[in-house]
C-alpha cells in the first residue's frame, strides 16, 4: 500500500539533482537522519511521518550516501511501504554491491511478499537475496537465522540445520539465533539437545518473547484462559505444568515431547512472521501454534469475496407517522463504501477443518471472520483427529502429534490390572509389541498419580508371549502403590527409530478386610490351569478375542479367604458365559432356556491354605455360536458365607472359511 502523506517515491527523491557538493551537505544530512531516527523510536504515526519526511530530506542532500538510503529503507519498510523499500534496496546495490545492507533488505522486502501473496517467486527471492548478504558478511546472524526458517519451508532441512549453525556460530549471545538451532534440534529428532537450546534461548531473549514460549493461554480453553489472567505466577506456574503433564504424549521420555513440539511451533511462527528478532503475532501465528502447519494455504481462493463494507446494512433511515419512528433497512439510497479485503483460507484435512483468516486492512494481521451470530474460531472434528492418530488437548483448542519427529511407529499394545499385594494395591501393567528372538526390544513403564507426578518407574526387556512366541514380544511391570487414580504409559522402543507408546488410566481401590476378588485377566495360553503358588507370569489376550476351537483361558486371584477350624479355606467358584446383544432365536425359542451352544454355566469346590488363592480357568468355549459373551465368575467362601464377583467381556471368532477347491493351497 503506498502512503499517502509522502508526496515523492524513493525513486525520484534519489534522481533529485543538488545544488551544492555532498560533502557541504552532510552535516545536514547526518543531522536530519538523527532526527528521524529519534523522531521514529517516539512510536506514534504522526512521528513516523516526520521520520520519514527528515530521511526522505537526508536522501536529497546526499543521494549517494547508502548509509542514509539504507535507513530511510527500512523505515519504509517498518512502516509498510513495501515498494518503497524495494526501489531504494535496489539503489542501494547499485551504488554499493559490496555492501550487504541492501541484500539483507531486499531479502526482508522479498520475505514479506510471500508472507502477503504465498507467491513461490517471491520466497525464491528472498533466499537468493539473503544468501548474496551472507556471502559478502557471513557474521550477520539474523539473515542466517531468517534462512534457516525460509529453507525449512521451502524444503531444505539439512541446509537449514547449516544455516541455524552458521547463526549460533555468529551470535552466540543472541536468543533468536539460539532459537533457531532448538527448532531445528527439535525437526532432527534431538529432543535432549533441543530442550538444553530452548532453555538456554529463553535466558538470552527478551522478557516478553520468552514468556510467548510459556504461555499456554492460546491451547486452553476461554474460561481456563481468563482464569490464568488473574492467578499468581506461582499458580500459572502449576497450571502449566499440569497442563504439559496431561498433554505428554509420551511420558516414559525424560523430556515432554508436547512441550517442546510447542515450543517448536513458537519459534517457527515467531521466526517467519517478523521481519526482524521482534514477534509480529496474529491468527495465523495463533493457528500454528495451536495446530501446527497447514497441509495448504489458499490466498484470495476462488469462492470468496475480495472486497468488504464496514457494516452490512446499506443504509438505515426513519419513516412512519409522526411520533411513531419506524427503522428499517433501505437498499440503494447510498452507494456502500467497499473495500479491499486479503484472505487466505488454511486447510487442515488431518484436523477434518478449513480455517478462514482475513486482513482486513491489508496490513499483514489476519484475523478470523467476524460474525455475531455464530462461533468462527477453528473447531477440528475429533473422529477425523483419531483417525489419523492425533491427540487433542482438554477443550480440544490444539492438538499434538504422538510421536516426535523421525519416530517409525511400532504397534504396542497393553493393559493395566488390579490386583492386591502385601501391604495394599497392587498394579500389573503388560505390554506387547511384534518383534522376532532376534530383535532386542525394551519396554518402560511410568506411573503417574492424579496430582500429575510420576511415582513409580521402571525399564526391562522384552521375551517371547505365549500368544505367539514366533511373531511377539511381551513383558510385564508390578508397582505397589497406595489407593487412588492413576495415569499409566508404557513405551517399547527397538533401540534405532521405532518407538510405540500405549496410555490408559487406572483406579485403585483400598483393601478391605473382606472377601474380594481381583480382575479377570484373559490370557494366552498353553498353560497349567491349576492353582498356583508366588508370583505369576501372564501374557494377556488384548484382544479379548478366541478363535472357533481355542478355550477361553483366565487369570483372578481371591482374597481374604477365612480359614475354617482346621485352618483350611474352603470356597467354590461358579462361572458363567452369557451372551450379549439381542436374542436373535425365533420367538417361541425365547421362552426356553439358552442351550449349550448359547452360553454355559460350571460350579467349582476348591480348598487350600491361607488366605489367598490364585487361579488359572480354562472354560471350554468351542461349543458356543461366534459372538459377543461376558464371562463372569463368582466366588462364595464357605467359612464366612460371603460371595464376590468379577466378570470381562470378549468375542468368539467365526470359523475361517476354507479356500475352493482348486484355489492355490487347498488340500
Known sequence: MRRPCIALAAAALLALPCAAPAKDRKPEAEKLVHEGVDRWSQGTFDEHRQAIARLEQAAKLTPKDTKVLAELAQEYLDAGFTHDAKETYEHVTELSPAD???????????????LATLARASLEKSIHYFDEAVR???????????????????????????????????????????????????????????????????????????????????????????????????????????????????????????????????????????????????????????????EHIGYQPPGFALAQRPNEYDHVGAFGVPGVGTFVRRVGDADPMWYPLHLQVWEYPQLGMNVVLEDRAISQHYELPRNSWAETDAAPDPATMARNGLLATAGGRATFTPFPPGVQPLAVQGSVSAFQGDGGPRLLAHVSAPGTPDRALTAVCVVIDSSEHEVQRASRSLGASRCDPATLRAGDFTF???????????????????????????????????????????????????????????????????????????????????????????????????????????????????????????????????????????????????????LEVTVKDHASGATTRRDVEFVKEPEAEAPPAGTVGAR
Open 100 to 114: 550487504p545492507t541492501g541484500w539483507e533488505g531486499l531479502g526482508r522486502v522479498w520475505k514479506r511478499d510471500w
Open 136 to 294: 559478502l558478511d557471513p557474521k550477520r546472524a539474523e539473515v542466517w537465522t531468517a534462512l534457516a526458517v525460509l529453507r525449512i519451508e521451502r524444503g531444505d532441512t539439512a541446509v537449514a540445520a547449516r544455516c541455524a549453525e552458521q547463526a549460533m556460530q555468529s551470535a552466540p549471545e543472541l536468543g533468536g539465533p539460539t532459537v533457531a538451532g532448538a527448532y531445528l534440534a527439535y525437526r532432527a529428532g534431538r529432543l535432549a539437545s533441543a530442550e538444553s537450546l530452548f532453555t538456554l534461548a529463553f535466558a538470552r531473549m527478551a522478557p516478553r518473547l520468552a514468556a510467548r514460549f510459556r504461555d499456554v493461554t492460546p491451547l486452553v480453553p476461554e474460561t481456563d484462559g481468563e482464569a490464568l489472567a488473574d492467578m499468581s505466577p506461582a499458580a500459572r506456574a502449576e497450571y502449566a505444568r499440569k497442563f504439559w503433564s496431561e498433554s505428554d504424549p509420551d511420558p516414559t521420555l525424560r523430556v515432554n515431547a508436547a512441550r517442546l513440539e510447542y515450543w517448536a511451533r513458537v519459534a517457527h511462527a515467531t521466526l517467519l512472521y517478523s521481519d526482524t528478532w521482534e514477534p509480529h503475532w496474529d491468527m495465523r501465528a495463533e493457528l500454528y501454534v495451536r495446530y501446527g502447519p497447514p
Open 480 to 630: 505397589d502403590l497406595p489407593p487412588g487414580r492413576y495415569r499409566v504409559a508404557m513405551s517399547v522402543s527397538d533401540g534405532a527409530s521405532g518407538r510405540g507408546v500405549v496410555r490408559t488410566r487406572r483406579a485403585l481401590a483400598p483393601v478391605s478386610g473382606k472377601l474380594s476378588i481381583s480382575d479377570l485377566v484373559l490370557v494366552c495360553g498353553p498353560l497349567d490351569v491349576e492353582p498356583v503358588a508366588g508370583s505369576v507370569r501372564l501374557d494377556p489376550n488384548f484382544a479379548h478375542t478366541i478363535a472357533a476351537h481355542e478355550p477361553l483361558l483366565a487369570y483372578f486371584e481371591v482374597y481374604q479367604l477365612e480359614p475354617d477350624a482346621s485352618g483350611a479355606t474352603r470356597f467354590e467358584y461358579e462361572y458363567a458365559v452369557r451372551p450379549l446383544g439381542p436374542d436373535t432365536r425365533p420367538w417361541f425359542k425365547r421362552m426356553l432356556p439358552l442351550s449349550a451352544s448359547e452360553h454355559l454355566d460350571v460350579r467349582t469346590p476348591q480348598s487350600g491354605v491361607g488366605p489367598t488363592r490364585r487361579q488359572y480357568l480354562s472354560v471350554p468355549a468351542e461349543s458356543l455360536q461366534p459372538g459377543r459373551y461376558r
